[in-house]
Structures are given as structure tokens and as C-alpha cells.
């Protein structure tokens, strides 16, 4: 005969849904500030002490980065080459061999001659071209007490153009300068393995960028002052999926989240929570379409079984709460119901 109200009533409330995990420490703020590292040698920051629960086996698109392949494949290449020199003591012959096979002449116009290796009284050293009123100009490498390196342009005696900063914990950027800040297309790996990869403007991540994290989990999408902000995807390493858009490194606004076992939440987003207008659909048949606040319903919905059978009514923390109507298709008759707290009170 199918389901009478109360089977209707009581699996209303078996969501076996549990709310999208802690999703505001796996976005967190991954601002990297390298304007600091020429303020007087290089601040020891450590990025992303907490990781994020991640995906693998993931294989983003590359749109992002298909006119910057050859700089990416080059990075890689020299990658045991930056990693066993970010500790010397000195600029070394090799250091120098390095920098002129990767870094063309400047071509700007001005006469540059190369100088042996200056150290000033901080103790920095710097060996590479300078110009005839004696500023760093052209191509150079400049390196701190602590073993640090910066490998590239510079004009004016400000890095400038590309080039690539190594930390001596491990960290490393390249890409592109404007005046001894992060600005145009660059690369960000740190020494604990993240990688971004994409568009800075003054030091910080903005314009379109993809983040990856070592055991897989991955960003794709827009940034803006160093936060995920714009519309992107994340993707973790359990399968979980959301697309749509983010706020100061949250999801808020308008997306679609789907969990491994294929759930599916498609409507409007709070700091991270379901929040506003949205569907919750189920693999088995089940649909959820109405109101939300923080991941509960709540507010007028209309849930739906595979059967046919229908509540449509009011809701408050997740159950059913005040009017509703019960629809049952063997009798095609909506029937009206006062509920309290998920039970059918008259």
C-alpha cells in the first residue's frame, strides 16, 4: 500500500547527512607577504601549519597555465639545482653559470658593465651587473646572511621583471617582479610542499590562481588581496567537491557541494554553511527543496520521496515545525498536519 504519514514523517528526519566539514580551516589564508624578504633579510614565516583535508589523484585543468609552460617545465627542471644551492655560504661560479643560461640580457638600452661581488656592511652579497651611476641593473644574484638567495632582474637596484627567491628553510617564488614585489604570473611552492601557481598583484595572490596542497587537495578558481574570493572549485582528497563562489577564503553565495556518495547540495551559502534557497538531493530519489540556515532546514520546504509521497510545510532546526500538508499518491489528497519538533502533534 506504500507509506502511511508516520513512515513519511519519521524518514523526513533520517537525513544520514552530515554537514560539510570544517570548511573554514581548509581555506585558510595563504597571503604571501615576499616584499619583506628585501626589508632587511628574510622573515622566517611558516605557511599553512594546518592542512586541509585533501583529494588525490586529481588532475586539474591547466587553462591557467598554458602560455606559461615553458617557464613552469623549466622551474622543475632546476629544481635539485635550487634545492642543494639555497644553503651556500657564498655566490658560487655555479650560482653565476645559473643565472646567465636562464636570464637573457636585459635589452633595455642601458650600458651595463659586471663588477666582482659586493658585500655591504649588513653582510648581504650581491655579484652581477650594475650601470654606470653604480645601481644593480640588469641581471644579478643577491644573497643574506641566513643563506637565502634571489636569482634574476633588477633595475635600479629593485628586483624588477622575473626572477626567483629561494628561503633558506625552502621556500621559493618565481616569477614575476615589479619593484621588489610579487606582481604579474608567478609560482609559490613552500617548503612544506603547497604550491600556487598564478596571478599576483603587490605581493599577494589576485586574479586567477590554482593551489595545490601535498596529499592532493586542490583549489582552482579566483583570488583577490591573498583570499580565495570570485568563484572557484575545491576539491578534496575524499572526493567532496564544491563549485561556486567564495568570500575572504569562504564559501559564501551561490554553489554546488557533492559528497562522495553523490549527494548533492545546489542553493545559497553562509560562512561555509548551507544558508538561504537550495536543493538537497539524495542517490536514492530523495529531495529536499526550501529553506536552510547553518546546514539545517529550516524555514518553509518541500521534501519529496521516490514513491511520489510529499511534505510541504514549515521547518526549524532540521525537522518538521508548525503547518504542514502530507501528500499521499494512492489517494491523490493533500492532508494538512501541525507538527512539533519533527512529530505529527494534530
Known amino acids: ?39 632587511g633579510y628574510l622573515l622566517r ?8 583535508e585533501l583529494m588525490q589523484n586529481l588532475q586539474p585543468p591547466r587553462n591557467i597555465l598554458d602560455e606559461n609552460t615553458n617557464f613552469l617545465e623549466n622551474l622543475n627542471d632546476n629544481q635539485d639545482y635550487i634545492n642543494s644551492s639555497n644553503r651556500e655560504e657564498e655566490i658560487t661560479e655555479q650560482d653565476m653559470s645559473y643565472l646567465f643560461s636562464n636570464y637573457p640580457p636585459l635589452k633595455d638600452g ?19 651587473e650594475w650601470d654606470e651611476e653604480g645601481n644593480k641593473h640588469g641581471r644579478g644574484i643577491q644573497l643574506w646572511p641566513d643563506g ?5 632582474y ?39 610542499g603547497t604550491k600556487y601557481e598564478g596571478d599576483w598583484v603587490a605581493d599577494k ?26 568563484n572557484g572549485k575545491f ?8 563549485e561556486g563562489q567564495f568570500v575572504n577564503n569562504n564559501i559564501e553565495g551561490k554553489g554546488i557541494y557533492i559528497w562522495p556518495d553523490k549527494r548533492e547540495y545546489n542553493g545559497e551559502w553562509k560562512n561555509n554553511q548551507m544558508d538561504g534557497n537550495g536543493e538537497f538531493k539524495w542517490p536514492d530519489g530523495r529531495i529536499y527543496k526550501g529553506e536552510y540556515k547553518k546546514d539545517q532546514k529550516d524555514g518553509f520546504g518541500i521534501f ?10 514549515n521547518w526549524k532546526n532540521g525537522k518538521q515545525n508548525g503547518e504542514g500538508e502530507m501528500y499521499s499518491p494512492e489517494e491523490d489528497k493533500w492532508n494538512k498536519y501541525i507538527w512539533e519538533n519533527g512529530e505529527k502533534v494534530s
Open 1 to 39: 500500500m506504500g507509506c502511511t504519514c508516520e513512515n513519511s514523517k519519521s524518514e523526513a528526519n533520517i537525513e544520514i547527512m552530515k554537514p560539510p566539514k570544517e570548511i573554514s580551516q581548509k581555506l585558510i589564508n595563504s597571503t604571501i607577504n615576499i616584499q619583506s624578504h628585501f626589508r
Open 45 to 52: 614565516k611558516k605557511l599553512y601549519d594546518q592542512y586541509i
Open 154 to 192: 633588477w633595475i635600479k637596484n629593485k628586483v624588477n621583471k622575473k626572477g626567483k627567491l629561494i628561503h633558506i628553510e625552502g621556500d621559493i617564488y618565481e616569477g614575476e617582479w615589479v619593484d621588489e614585489k610579487a606582481e604579474g604570473f608567478g609560482v609559490y611552492i613552500s617548503s612544506k
Open 110 to 128: 642601458i650600458k651595463v658593465i659586471l663588477k666582482p661581488t659586493q658585500i655591504n656592511e649588513d653582510g648581504i652579497c650581491y655579484s652581477g
Open 235 to 242: 576539491i578534496w582528497n575524499d572526493g567532496s567537491v564544491y
Open 205 to 230: 595572490q589576485e586574479g586567477k590562481g590554482k593551489e595545490q596542497w601535498p596529499d592532493g587537495n586542490v583549489y582552482i578558481g579566483d583570488y583577490l588581496a591573498g583570499a580565495k574570493h570570485g
Open 148 to 152: 637565502s638567495k634571489y636569482y634574476g
Open 304 to 313: 519529496i520521496w521516490p514513491n511520489g509521497q510529499k511534505y510541504r510545510g
